[in-house]
């Protein structure tokens, strides 16, 4: 064989470990729309064609991260050849380097299956939030029995990969070069040539374009109107590393989109700040009350994954949140609230204390905890005891730390609980939990002051443990609608073993949930049902069925709530009383997009680019950013100012009281 047959062959066998590489990140890719097949339901036409269309992109990303893998063993190998000293050693070392990463991108892709059906994005580095609590994230995983057909599906992909490269290098070191073979000089010139084609061909291919100003980007995957289909042709591997790149970029730790000042100045027009009150924050003023329910104890119920979208109320044909629908009937409920981020710890901080979700930030883990102006801080002041139940681990997202250090007098938790009763990583079932709460709370009662009490339900969240020995009969329906109805019938169980205390008509119970899901169709990129969430108030004797349908926020629990309790106190937080102010607009964020909206345009923007506007009212998918930039431009300028004077409040420690 002759030298340049040699290196046709061997170009050969680089050609198939790429190749088998693409076959199985696309195996990957089949998964996500087989475990995501309702989401095609949203695709009434050329559905075929956007599918096709989808992994021809997915085929460009995975050249990307392909083309990162096997850039090292190409140059190694490349000159070697060039110099005749390619040997077995050589070649079998990168045989191995390609082993291990190709297996740890397959690994990637398995994780991301889950991952994207729980919250309808690719894997990003908010994943590494976990890395503090590694094993409590680790357990919650493998008590999931769907990720174990995940994982085996990862070993049988990894094993038939490692299986094809053994072969193919077996084959591969037939035709290495002698160091004694004889090549002409044009032969050695053609080599060269060809080489730094390769090389040039693989650099093409980690940019993933040919346009000059940019390489391949996230956004490049965005080629319709239908979210799923844009989000299928990414490569979990490309937006794992391209957030946790994008996150570590010293630019991206600060938000900086607008001048701080300039950012101040429209949020303390937007919340009616008080200048008598500067010395507080740029945001603090009075708010005064009528406080109907005056020294009631507060009970907020932050139920887990409870989506709007669940619900009868909001066109739910399933029936299975009978409870929460039936308490509108003798509630006030706000119709129009969104939560503020797509993370549980999103929604304790923003409930609890009335502060936005800030993108990508773990505001609960901060290094310096911040002391945090809301419900417990505010209601302790006038007199009241504070508790906090959580279901599993309370020391998960820092929630014991950031809780003790802001007023929260005791933490329930797994630690309490009898150790039969922990069926999962999720620790004990919701009914448990509000059982194992009434001695508690009635304690508290009996001290003759009133009590807040916040509750993180966790039943409703991998892994579902269904529970029947209580009374629970599971409806004839798949799991996940099992498990919204027994997260709903606990609800209705704690409000009977409450109404059996002598405080239950001295109460304010307070519905609200942490997030949404992924549920339905979900018209946009930013999943609309990740948001929108009930708002139920509840209190025996004085609450009545009433709709209240303007637009709120998870931020305005605190102060609405508050009002009805006591007098006045200085809100010094992004939420308002709904019971007498409106929002002109509310903005609320997932990770790597923000989003403004107001009575009848969503806009939104993507971090690593691109922005939208649409009238979401109808579900319209025309983007109307370039017809109407006005109001984009406003509405961004709302939503950077919201997100950098909290940002600055946090870092000037003007989140308190003084």
């Given at each position: 064989?002759?030298?340049?047959?040699k290196a046709?062959?061997?170009?050969?066998?680089?050609?198939?470990?790429?190749?088998?590489?693409?076959?199985?990140?696309?195996v990957?890719?089949?998964?996500?729309?087989?475990?995501?097949?309702?989401?095609?339901?949203?695709?009434?036409?050329?559905?075929t064609?956007?599918?096709?269309?989808?992994?021809?992109m997915?085929?460009?990303?995975d050249?990307?991260?392909?083309?990162?893998?096997?850039?090292?063993?190409?140059?190694?190998?490349?000159?070697?050849?060039?110099?005749?000293r390619?040997?077995s050693?050589?070649?079998?070392?990168?045989?191995?380097?390609?082993?291990?990463l190709?297996?740890?991108g397959?690994?990637i892709c398995?994780?991301?299956?889950?991952f994207?059906?729980?919250f309808?994005?690719r894997?990003?580095?908010?994943?590494?939030?976990?890395?503090?609590?590694?094993?409590?994230?680790f357990?919650m995983?493998?008590?999931?029995?769907?990720f174990f057909?995940?994982?085996?599906?990862?070993?049988?992909?990894?094993?038939?990969?490692?299986?094809?490269?053994?072969?193919?290098?077996k084959?591969?070191?037939?035709?290495?070069?002698?160091?004694?073979?004889?090549?002409?000089?044009k032969?050695t010139?053609?080599?060269i040539?060809?080489?730094?084609?390769?090389?040039a061909?693989?650099?093409?291919?980690i940019?993933g374009?040919t346009a000059?100003?940019?390489p391949?980007?996230?956004?490049?995957?965005?080629f319709s109107?239908?979210?799923?289909?844009?989000?299928?042709?990414?490569?979990?591997?490309?937006?794992?590393l391209?957030s946790?790149?994008?996150?570590?970029?010293?630019?991206?730790?600060?938000?900086?989109?607008?001048?701080?000042?300039?950012?101040?100045?429209?949020m303390?027009?937007?919340?009616?700040?008080?200048?008598?009150?500067?010395?507080?924050?740029?945001?603090?003023?009075?708010?005064?009350?009528?406080?109907?329910?005056?020294g009631?104890n507060?009970?907020?119920?932050?139920?887990?994954?409870?989506?709007?979208?669940?619900?009868?109320?909001?066109?739910?044909?399933?029936?299975?949140?009978p409870?929460?629908?039936?308490?509108?009937?003798?509630?006030?409920?706000?119709?129009?609230?969104?939560?503020?981020?797509?993370?549980?710890?999103?929604?304790?901080?923003?409930?609890?204390?009335?502060?936005?979700?800030?993108?990508?930030k773990?505001?609960?883990?901060?290094?310096?905890?911040?002391?945090?102006?809301?419900?417990?801080?505010?209601l302790?002041?006038?007199?009241?005891?504070?508790?906090?139940?959580?279901?599993?681990?309370e020391?998960f997202?820092?929630?014991?730390?950031?809780?003790?250090?802001n007023?929260?007098?005791?933490?329930?938790?797994?630690?309490d609980?009898?150790?039969?009763?922990?069926?999962?990583?999720?620790?004990?079932?919701?009914e448990?939990?509000?059982?194992?709460s009434?001695p508690?709370?009635?304690a508290l009662s009996?001290k003759?002051?009133?009590?807040?009490?916040a509750?993180?339900?966790?039943?409703d969240?991998?892994?579902?443990?269904?529970?029947?020995?209580?009374?629970?009969?599971?409806?004839k329906k798949?799991e996940?609608?099992q498990?919204?109805?027994?997260?709903?019938?606990?609800?209705r169980?704690?409000l009977?073993?409450?109404?059996?205390?002598?405080?239950?008509?001295?109460t304010?119970?307070v519905?609200?949930?942490d997030?949404?899901?992924?549920?339905?169709?979900?018209?946009y990129?930013?999943?609309l049902?990740?948001?929108?969430?009930?708002?139920?108030?509840?209190?025996?004797?004085?609450?009545?069925?009433?709709?209240?349908p303007?637009?709120a926020?998870?931020t305005d629990?605190?102060?609405?709530?508050t009002?009805l309790?006591?007098?006045?106190?200085?809100?010094?937080?992004?939420?308002?009383?709904?019971f007498?102010?409106?929002h002109?607009?509310?903005?609320?964020s997932?990770d790597?997009?923000?989003?403004?909206?107001n009575d009848?345009?969503?806009?939104?923007?993507?971090?690593?680019?691109?922005?939208?506007?649409?009238?979401?009212?109808?579900?319209?998918?025309?983007d109307?950013?370039?017809?109407?930039?006005?109001?984009?431009?406003?509405?961004?300028h709302?939503?950077?100012?919201?997100l950098?004077?909290?940002?600055?409040?946090?870092?000037?420690?003007?989140?308190?009281?003084?």
């Amino acid at each position: 064989m002759t030298y340049v047959q040699k290196a046709v062959a061997q170009l050969r066998c680089f050609l198939n470990i790429y190749l088998f590489g693409l076959l199985f990140f696309c195996v990957f890719r089949v998964l996500i729309v087989v475990t995501n097949l309702e989401q095609l339901n949203s695709i009434a036409e050329h559905q075929t064609s956007l599918l096709l269309q989808a992994f021809g992109m997915g085929i460009r990303f995975d050249t990307v991260i392909s083309c990162y893998f096997l850039s090292l063993p190409l140059l190694v190998w490349g000159v070697l050849f060039l110099l005749k000293r390619l040997n077995s050693f050589w070649l079998r070392a990168g045989y191995v380097f390609i082993g291990i990463l190709f297996p740890v991108g397959f690994f990637i892709c398995s994780v991301d299956v889950p991952f994207f059906h729980y919250f309808f994005t690719r894997l990003n580095d908010t994943i590494f939030n976990w890395m503090g609590h590694a094993g409590f994230g680790f357990r919650m995983v493998l008590d999931e029995p769907r990720f174990f057909l995940f994982f085996f599906v990862f070993l049988v992909i990894s094993g038939l990969y490692l299986w094809l490269l053994k072969k193919i290098r077996k084959r591969h070191e037939q035709y290495l070069p002698s160091k004694f073979e004889v090549r002409s000089m044009k032969q050695t010139e053609i080599m060269i040539v060809a080489f730094l084609l390769l090389l040039a061909l693989d650099f093409l291919g980690i940019r993933g374009r040919t346009a000059e100003k940019s390489p391949i980007l996230v956004g490049t995957a965005y080629f319709s109107n239908n979210p799923f289909i844009n989000q299928l042709g990414l490569n979990p591997v490309f937006t794992l590393l391209r957030s946790w790149l994008d996150s570590n970029d010293p630019q991206n730790r600060d938000l900086h989109w607008l001048d701080e000042q300039d950012a101040l100045k429209t949020m303390a027009q937007m919340l009616h700040h008080d200048p008598t009150y500067h010395t507080i924050s740029p945001i603090a003023r009075m708010q005064y009350n009528e406080a109907i329910c005056k020294g009631r104890n507060v009970v907020l119920v932050i139920m887990e994954s409870m989506s709007a979208a669940k619900m009868n109320r909001f066109g739910s044909k399933d029936n299975i949140t009978p409870f929460l629908d039936s308490l509108a009937n003798v509630s006030w409920s706000f119709d129009s609230m969104f939560s503020a981020g797509l993370h549980t710890y999103n929604g304790i901080y923003s409930s609890l204390f009335a502060h936005p979700a800030l993108m990508k930030k773990h505001t609960m883990e901060l290094v310096t905890i911040p002391r945090m102006a809301g419900f417990p801080n505010t209601l302790k002041s006038k007199g009241y005891h504070t508790i906090f139940f959580t279901t599993h681990d309370e020391m998960f997202d820092n929630m014991s730390g950031f809780l003790s250090a802001n007023d929260v007098e005791t933490i329930v938790g797994e630690k309490d609980y009898p150790s039969a009763e922990i069926k999962s990583t999720l620790g004990v079932p919701d009914e448990f939990m509000f059982r194992f709460s009434i001695p508690k709370l009635n304690a508290l009662s009996a001290k003759g002051k009133p009590f807040f009490a916040a509750f993180m339900t966790g039943s409703d969240h991998d892994p579902h443990i269904i529970p029947t020995d209580h009374g629970f009969v599971p409806p004839k329906k798949k799991e996940s609608l099992q498990i919204v109805a027994y997260a709903d019938w606990s609800l209705r169980k704690f409000l009977e073993y409450a109404s059996q205390q002598s405080w239950y008509n001295h109460t304010v119970f307070v519905f609200v949930a942490d997030h949404g899901a992924n549920w339905g169709d979900n018209t946009y990129d930013i999943t609309l049902s990740y948001h929108h969430i009930p708002f139920v108030v509840f209190a025996p004797g004085i609450t009545m069925a009433k709709s209240f349908p303007q637009l709120a926020l998870q931020t305005d629990v605190f102060p609405t709530v508050t009002s009805l309790v006591t007098d006045s106190f200085i809100n010094n937080s992004f939420g308002i009383n709904l019971f007498k102010e409106k929002h002109d607009c509310i903005v609320f964020s997932a990770d790597d997009k923000l989003a403004c909206m107001n009575d009848s345009l969503l806009y939104f923007f993507r971090t690593d680019g691109g922005e939208k506007l649409y009238r979401y009212r109808h579900n319209d998918l025309t983007d109307y950013s370039t017809q109407f930039p006005q109001q984009a431009k406003q509405m961004r300028h709302n939503a950077c100012s919201w997100l950098q004077t909290s940002q600055w409040l946090l870092k000037n420690e003007q989140t308190r009281l003084r």
